[in-house]
């Protein structure tokens, strides 16, 4: 995808973008699958913006288990919250899923002033709210995720949430990942998965595919909890 295409620069013309691009710092980066974009416990320093590729970003506790795992895709964006909140270190790491590429864009264009006063810098600033706004409806949705009740009311919603047209659910992640990201052991996910396609509700197409059978049901299993 092209630089222009992402929301931080929506509305630029093209004389601007470029300005912005050179007053803002940025560079384009590129790595490879697996490669480390940046570790737990670094110091915050750029905002990142996917062109193109799959990032995963993973928390590992002192046990060595990873507690945290969300798959971000073009267009999407990573470390705005920890650099807009001015913290000391990452509390994850974020990794190439295969060949990314970034646009890397400098603190120092939000926290500085653009000393000719270029009307693109005010727009940049006016666009990154729509990011943040894009951010809090992310952190809400995890939230009501991780709080929606037991695992297998935490699956129906996930399934929910990320179905197409077609009732199919694509998974970027693995099965340990996904466990992490529904806060479960691996185990407990997968003899749930079992339950639910031996009750008809779902069937696994493979091991990055479930295809909904029974949308009623998955409903009623998040009716559940407001009950």
């Known amino acids: 995808m092209k630089i222009q295409e992402l ?21 384009i980066v590129e790595y490879e699958k697996d490669d480390y974009i940046f570790s737990q416990g670094e110091r915050p320093r750029w905002i990142y ?19 945290y795992a969300e798959y ?9 919250v920890d ?21 890397k864009i400098s603190s120092h264009f939000f926290y500085g002033t653009c000393e000719n006063n270029c009307m693109h810098h005010s727009k940049i600033l ?60 691996r185990p407990s996910l997968s003899r749930e998965l079992s339950q639910m396609q031996d009750e008809g509700i779902i069937k696994m197409e493979g091991r990055k595919s479930i295809k909904i059978l029974d949308y009623s ?3 009623e299993d998040l009716a559940d909890v407001s009950d």
């Open 126 to 185: 006016f666009n990154m709210m729509g990011v943040f706004a894009e951010e809090a409806e992310k952190k809400s949705k995890k939230i009501q995720l991780l709080t929606c009740g037991s695992l297998r009311q935490r699956i129906a919603l996930y399934l929910l949430q990320n179905s197409g047209e077609n009732k199919k659910v694509e998974l970027m992640m693995n099965r340990e990942e996904l466990a992490a990201s529904l806060n479960a052991a």
């Open 7 to 27: 929301k931080l620069f929506n509305g630029l013309t093209e004389d601007e973008l470029q300005r912005s691009l050179v007053c803002s710092q940025s560079n």
């Open 49 to 67: 913006m996917i062109l193109s590729g799959e990032v995963l970003l993973e928390q590992i506790n002192m046990a060595g288990r990873q507690t």
């Open 83 to 103: 650099l807009f909140l001015k913290r000391k270190q990452y509390s994850y790491s974020a990794r190439a899923r295969s060949h990314v590429k970034l646009l």
């Open 72 to 80: 971000l895709g073009e267009r999407q964006q990573f470390g705005v």
């Open 217 to 219: 049901r998955l409903q």
